[in-house]
């Protein structure tokens, strides 16, 4: 069943136009990894999804609901949450008090604290810590762990690996199973084509805002993905 249906959106930055009619999809439990360079549109379409921007054009449909124009705060307790670029970890707050920010407007789940700290030891060990003391990988897991408190059907993650170390990448993406095994839908927005194309079920690339190639990571070739993610 498809989740999550995107037709034909247009959007802008005041008279910048950031994504042109792009089509995109989920299908309920599948991982989809939106791949492609710098600018090409991929945390604008994420930030769209979440309702922090609203397409000039096209319609975002989110289990048969229209949500084009609902505000954000609406789109949580339909079940989507957004890990954003750069994790805005509350720092002043600790590790257990950042999820339960998470929390406040949570639907019917699986993901409890004691669920969280079982996926995410690095978070259990760190659940006393302040936010500001954590280091970059700490704070990319509480992130996404804050996320998943509020139960979504859809979890956006926005540049995982971006300034992490691989080894740190690896812990993180090694979660992935733990999280789809429960259900949650995960569209993940990735620069490293290697991970998307070991970790997701679907990948489809942007380039300038447009939507360039789509396809099964098994049936891609590397020079179609070149091609694909630099334009040439």
């Known amino acids: 069943m498809t989740l999550l249906s995107i037709t034909s959106i247009d959007v802008h930055y005041g008279d910048f136009q950031a994504i042109y009619s792009l089509d995109l999809h989920v299908d309920e439990g599948e991982t989809l990894a939106v791949i492609g360079a710098n600018g090409a549109g991929k945390s604008t379409l994420l930030k769209t999804i979440a309702g922090l921007l609203r397409p000039t054009s096209g319609d975002i449909v989110f289990d048969g609901l ?136 679907r990948v489809q690339c942007l380039l300038e805002g447009k939507s360039v190639l789509e396809g099964v990571p098994a049936d891609l070739t590397r020079d179609q993905i070149a091609t694909a993610y630099f334009g040439i």
């Open 66 to 201: 229209n949500i084009s124009a609902t505000p954000p705060y609406r789109r949580v307790p339909l079940g989507i949450a957004l890990t954003p670029e750069g994790r805005k970890i509350f720092p002043s707050l600790t590790v257990e008090e950042n999820l339960k920010v998470g929390a406040h407007v949570k639907r019917p789940g699986p993901w409890t604290l004691a669920a969280i700290y079982d996926a995410f030891p690095l978070v259990a060990d760190r659940r006393h810590r302040l936010g500001v003391n954590l280091s970059g990988g700490e704070q990319q897991a509480t992130a996404i762990a804050r996320a998943l408190m509020s139960n979504p059907r859809l979890l956006l993650l926005d540049e995982v690996s971006l300034g992490l170390a691989p080894v740190v990448v690896e812990q993180i993406y090694d979660t992935l199973p733990a999280i789809t095994g429960q259900g949650t839908t995960v569209l993940i927005v990735e620069q490293d084509v290697n991970l998307a194309m070991k970790f997701a079920d």
